[in-house]
Each structure stands twice: as structure tokens, then as C-alpha cells.
């Protein structure tokens, strides 16, 4: 598939030797991880493996214990609301189950950050809203409330909301796990387009048609550490280790 | 003895405006308090959630009786001789404030963490968090409760007759001693409470189906 972008190499997300800890399990077990701009990471493994966690990590949502996470120039994970409100600027994240507000249309759940936090006007906002609904293709959902929408939808304007602050990084922690087959495909397409436009994202993932098709680099995780990674291509037809051969193989 | 009359019917009606003050007064002090009490409850610093924790526990395990006891007579002794509306206000709204602001805390945590967390990778500070997303959402978790509560306070309202406060129920015993026709009398102040409490227990449940309805 010939690839629509250029990565130009400079490092946009950077995972040193993480260890993160919930009590005494270990998750997080000296996970490291570069992303350079433009670039689709797919990251795969069992449940468990840590890779919801890492992206939790990334995201700036847990602290860790050991290592350094370094994105778009900002220390992740060091206490600090200075630090913490420059990397919300530059991280865009999309969860499993949506999280849209549910007391609010679907232009206000877009509309909200940008006006308490970007400090947009009320016009400007809209202006916005409609242009990220049209990039999801639900233009015609502006005023629907949450409830009223399937769940592939709410998780296109959960995409929306994330992509009108212009983020520069976009990370998805398993955002087709809750939809069925149909609607999963019109969010993967969403993200496909994204990817093709020079979108740096992360993607943890359990579609591996997906992965192979979008990502590219492959991080395959197992027992809190990243088992095996490397270019999309080369890790599906070489398997080097007898688990990524066996998870691959379940998903087939 | 007097003969049980019209008028003494209109004097038990008139006192049941001060049962619907006082009731008034209590919800209003202690939604005032109360939510200060909810949000420090789940505050970040252990001592705003220590102090809260600790003002619940006191006030839920002292009887109202005792808190009114001590506003008037305790604090009367010490010089600070409050009329009898005062003081019972001052008790009904530490103790509303005590068990709303536990109320609201459990409606506070119901809203999902991944609230939290979605509002919080878009950027949205605390204070935003709160007022645009956390508390509008907990709000439509806590009417019902919080009316149900209401119905509580209405009828609680009656043990500020003990301070000499001429509500309701002191306006039955107060009728009751001119005429001595207990039975007639207290029924006649039981329908008055029935009437004052029962549409609001309605509006409790429609509220509660309307809540569950709209999950």
C-alpha cells in the first residue's frame, strides 16, 4: 500500500525504561517506545499485557514508578499541573467506552474544551465543531445528544472532540473494543483517514487487520514488556518469538 | 374545657406555615453548607476530607434533639440567648448540611472516573471539571435523594417544639391542652404533616423512574 505520508524522523513520543506499579503487580515492566512524527504505532498483545496502560502512561493518566516518558517535548508523569496542562495541549485521547459528556449535544462536547481551555469564542468554537463533524461525517448529529447515537457514532464525535483542540499526537486505547463488526469498520475508517493525513497516533488495538493495514510499526506486548516491535511488515511475516507466533495465530 | 372548633383547625394550619419555614430554612442552610461539605469529601487534601469526615460523623451520630438542646439552652446559659426560630435554623442546618453533604459526596462519585479522565485529556482544569462536567451530571443523580431527604426534614421539624418553637406539632399539644381531645387533634396535626410530605415523596419516586429511565 503505497504510504501518503513522510515521517520525518524527529522523535515526537519517547518511553524510557517504564515501570509502573499497581501495588506489588508489576505492569509496566521497562517498557521503552519511540514514535517519531507522522508515524502509526499499533500496539497489539493479550489482556493484561500492559498496553492499555502504557498508553495510560503516555496519556499522562497514571504516574510511573521507574523511566521517563518524554512527549512533544513535556515530561509525562511528573507531578506538576504546569507541566501537565502543556502536554494536554499537544495529546489528543480516545477511550474504549467514549466518555462523551452525557448532559451535553454533541457540539457542546466539542465546543467545551475549546472554549475553557483554548479561550475561543463562542463562534469560533462552532465554527470548529462543525469542521471536525464533517471529518467524522456527522454533520447532520450537531445537536443529538449523546444517548441518541449508536456507539460507532459516539465514538466519531469522541474523535471529533479530541481532534478540534489539534493535537499533535492522538492516542486510542482500544476504541472499537465495545463496537460491533459494522460500526467498528466506520471508526477504524476514521482513523485510517487520519493516519493518511500525517497524523502521529498510537493505537492500542485488537484488529489486527487494522495494524497490519494502517500501522507502521507493530509493538506486540507480553507480561508488561514490549516482547517484540518493529516495521508492520516484517513483524507479521517473521515472528520471532513463540508468543507473538501463537497470538498472531489465535487471531487469525 | 374548651369545645374543639373551626378556629382551632385554623390555628393548627397557621402553625404549619412555621413547619414550612423552618423546613424551608433548614433545606436552604443546609444545601448552603452541605455542598462545601460534599466537595471537600472528595477532595484531594486529606484534611479538608478528614474535617468533612469528621463534622458527618459527629453531627449523624448526635441526636437532633441534642443539637437543638444545645443551641437554645446550652447557648443560652452562656449568655447567647437566641429566640427559638433562631436557634432551631441554626440546628436543622448543621444537621441538614451533615446528611446532604453525605448524599451528595455518594452522587458526586457516581459519576464515572472516566468523566475525569476524558475531561482531563482535553484539558479542562478542576475547577472546570467540576462546574462543566462533574456537578451537572451528579445534580441530575441527586434530585431524587435529595427530595426523599426533604420529606425527612419536614417531619423532623416537629422536635423544634421541644425549644418552645410554636410549629406544628407544639400547636397540636398546645390545642390539645385547651380542649383535651387528643386523638381528634393529633390527627388533625398527622393529616397536616401527610399533606405537606406526601407530594413530595411523589416527586421523589416520578424523579427516581425519570433518572433510571434516562440511563
Known sequence: MPDAKSPTGESVISVDKVVKEFGPLRVLDGVSLDVTRGQTVAIVGRSGSGKSTLLRCIAGLETVQGGGITVCGHEVGRPGSAARAQLRRDVGMVFQSYNLFPHLNVERNITLALTLVKKQSKEEAKKRAAEVLSMVGLTDKIASYPEQLSGGQQQRVAIARSLALQPQVMLFDEVTSALDPELTAEVLGVMEDLAHHGMTMISVTHEMGFARRVADVVVFMHQGKVWETGPTADVFANPRTAEFKQFVGSEL | ?215
Open chain 2, 1 to 215: 374545657m374548651n369545645q374543639l372548633s373551626f378556629n382551632h383547625v385554623v390555628y393548627l394550619v397557621e402553625a404549619a406555615r412555621w413547619t414550612i419555614l423552618l423546613s424551608v430554612i433548614a433545606f436552604i442552610g443546609g444545601a448552603m453548607v452541605g455542598l462545601p461539605i460534599a466537595l471537600m469529601r472528595v477532595a484531594r487534601s486529606k484534611v479538608l476530607r478528614g474535617l468533612a469526615s469528621g463534622y458527618i460523623q459527629l453531627i449523624q451520630g448526635t441526636p437532633l434533639l441534642i443539637v437543638l438542646f444545645l443551641s437554645y439552652f446550652g447557648l443560652g446559659i452562656l449568655g447567647y440567648k437566641l429566640d427559638p426560630l433562631v436557634a432551631a435554623g441554626i440546628s436543622f442546618t448543621i444537621y441538614a448540611a451533615a446528611f446532604l453533604g453525605e448524599i451528595w459526596r455518594g452522587c458526586i462519585e457516581a459519576v464515572p472516573k472516566t468523566q475525569w479522565e476524558a475531561s482531563d485529556c482535553l484539558g479542562l482544569n478542576s475547577f472546570q471539571q467540576y462546574a462543566y462536567v462533574i456537578l451537572p451530571q451528579a445534580l441530575r443523580i441527586a434530585i431524587p435523594p435529595t427530595v426523599g431527604f426533604m420529606v425527612q426534614i419536614v417531619k423532623n421539624t416537629s422536635l423544634a417544639s421541644v425549644i418552645g418553637f410554636v410549629e406544628l406539632a407544639r400547636a397540636g399539644q398546645i390545642v390539645n391542652n385547651s380542649t383535651f381531645e387528643p386523638f381528634a387533634i393529633f390527627t388533625a396535626v398527622a393529616a397536616i404533616y401527610f399533606v405537606l410530605c406526601y407530594p413530595l415523596s411523589v416527586a421523589a419516586r416520578t424523579l427516581e423512574r425519570r433518572a433510571h429511565a434516562g440511563r
